[in-house]
């Protein structure tokens, strides 16, 4: 049977690509940072004849990337889906350094490692396959002030990059970007983003995204964008004056006063 490994494997998009290839026929190898949801989620995908294993690690840490990259090495899965990543509500000028460095770990330096782990493998073998999970947020500063975009630009990038050459191309392994737009899961609350006032429209759901992503990886596409709105938006976002885009980005420092500087008592208004 086909072995798909998932990071961030517990919710969101991750859960909606551990159950659709449970469903057609993968043995899976889950990743997420807490045993307990790991354990629970496994349990819920109990297919006859299908295998499901878990990994508990923190991807935004050297040591819990570390062990996912050991595992990789000893067991090449037929299919990996870099799914982990995260986004910070304060914007870059009043942030913590430490999580900017988190997000960056997590977003980029997971995905480059996982990729640098099984590509050379899977090229020797001549199969495997790549989803690495972006946004449309890479074509463009959607969220100003904030460094999710430009972690995910990276990934886009990374992964042209990677995929157009010639020793990749020929040799029988597909790596994709996908980039969805915004998705109903617990991503936004968990990251404390107010994203409440977005029209409907706006919206996709989890097993939406999965299907046209395993879709257009069948179909050999470099980039997956699923519907045709989120489309628009990325030619959009590339092609569209930055001036003209700007205007209709979610600015996360707006109405923020400019932080103090290091070592300035904050003022407390008691009222």
Known sequence: MPSAV?????????????????????DLTLVARTEHD???????????????????????TPAGSRLLTDSLAENVPDLLVNNAGMALAAPFPAGDLGEEETLMQLNIGCVLRTTHTVLPAMMRRGSGRIIN???VAACGPTWLGSTYPASKSWVLAFTESVARSAPVRSSGVSIMALLPGYVRTAFHQRAGLEVGRLPRLMWLNSEQV????????????LISI??????????GLRH?????????????ARGRPIPPAAGTARSVDTG
């Open 6 to 26: 998932i990071t961030g494997a517990t919710s969101g998009l991750g859960l909606a690509f551990a159950a659709h290839l449970a469903r057609t026929g993968h």
């Open 38 to 60: 790991l354990e629970s989620t496994a349990a819920g995908l109990g297919h006859p004849g299908r295998r499901v294993t878990t990994l508990a690690a923190d991807l935004a």
């Open 133 to 135: 999970v972006a946004s």
């Open 210 to 221: 999965v299907t046209a992503a395993l879709r257009d990886l069948a179909r050999g596409r």
């Open 226 to 235: 699923p519907s045709r709105r989120y489309r628009a938006c990325a030619w």
């Open 240 to 252: 569209l004056p930055r001036s003209l885009t700007t205007a209709f980005s979610l600015d996360l």
